[in-house]
């Protein structure tokens, strides 16, 4: 005798259940929200598309076209070379050098051939959309190793408890004791010093690395002694689960909502701290493609008639973090139970 089954029922998809959620609901609801998250994807797009917005010349020297074996700026239109794509995944550090247009230390007005002017004889434009580049990539290099090291440690720190915590705990009290910028500042001055020919990306991400993963093992630790204590945990441990399994696998998915929110907001922030790095002149080399330098062109011309060499790095500046932080705030909100 031959049963038929009933067939089964079609399970919701995960990306319909994620986007029907409340939080991702509420989200959506938040019209600031939306607004910066839009001026969030603005900047992604400009830094994705950077090579196309502000393309490399040869008037200006050509290094960038050159190492790119690109022989005339508009081939780098062309998916057929192979410079397109490395433009795109793989620039090399040439083309992050601004263009100089000119050794005149009086900044000039915008012109077709510098659509934001000039200051210090660079191009304001290019220096603009190749440093959205290297803001992002420094915001996300360094709040994605802060976020690992703060949830590594902070998980330890709140799921054994003991002597173990109250060592992390005294530790992160003698970084909390200094101030982030200074702590910053010391860790870049004698990195540069003891490594006087290293990458400038290096001492910067390792100096914010190690100021800012205590914010996040503290807020890990406090969301860690909530959860472990739950049934679901005390069901796992009865079943024979080890303690990094407790830990990778039941503690931390469930402790992550409260600190990703930070981290967001966290990407916000990190590039206004790395151009005031560069405005003292601790960040990269005079030239980098970095919007602190631009500012720091900027400061001997702070005049109305020079308008220009403040007015559109502040712009970039300050929307790029008011992006952030907007949909950072609303993000919080939407996935804080007590909103709810």
């Not at 081939?75 to 795109?88: C, D, K, M, V």
Request: proline share 7%.
């Amino acid at each position: 005798m031959t049963t038929i089954s009933a067939p089964p029922q079609r399970r919701e998809s995960r990306l319909k259940g994620f986007l029907t959620s409340r939080p991702v609901m509420k989200l959506r609801r938040n019209k600031l929200a939306m607004f910066g998250l839009v001026i969030v994807l603005v900047f992604v797009l400009i830094a994705f598309f950077a090579p196309f917005i502000a393309r490399p010349s040869t008037e200006a020297g050509g290094n960038c076209l050159r190492d790119l074996n690109l022989s005339s700026p508009n081939q780098i239109y062309n998916p057929a070379n192979s410079g397109f794509w490395r433009a795109l995944f793989a620039a090399p550090p040439s083309c992050y050098s601004i263009e100089r247009e000119s050794f005149a230390p009086n900044p000039t007005p915008p012109s077709p051939q510098a659509y934001f002017g000039t200051s210090q004889g660079y191009d304001i434009f290019y220096g603009l959309i190749w440093g959205t580049r290297t803001m992002f990539k420094l915001a996300l290099i360094i709040v994605s190793i802060t976020l690992v090291v703060g949830i590594i440690i902070g998980a330890i720190s709140g799921f054994y408890g003991g002597w173990i915590d109250n060592l992390i705990q005294r530790f992160i009290d003698v970084i909390f004791a200094l101030p982030g910028l200074v702590l910053t500042i010391i860790l870049v001055t004698f990195l540069r010093a003891r490594n006087p020919g290293v990458d400038p990306l290096f001492p910067i991400i390792v100096a914010y690395t190690v100021a800012g993963w205590a914010s996040y093992a503290r807020i890990v630790r406090g969301e860690v002694l909530r959860t472990r204590q739950l049934e679901y945990v005390d069901a796992a441990r009865s079943l024979g689960a080890r303690d990094w399994r407790l830990i990778l696998k039941h503690v931390v998915p469930n402790s992550l909502a409260s600190v990703i929110t930070i981290a967001v907001l966290d990407l916000g922030t990190i590039p206004l701290s790395v151009a005031a790095l560069s405005f003292l002149g601790l960040g990269f080399p005079t030239g980098y493609a970095e919007w602190g330098q631009l500012v720091d062109f900027a400061r001997a011309w702070l005049q109305p008639q020079f308008w220009w060499v403040m007015v559109y790095p502040a712009a970039f500046i300050i929307l790029f973090s008011l992006g952030f932080n907007l949909f950072g705030d609303a993000l919080r909100d939407a996935y804080d139970p007590k909103s709810r």
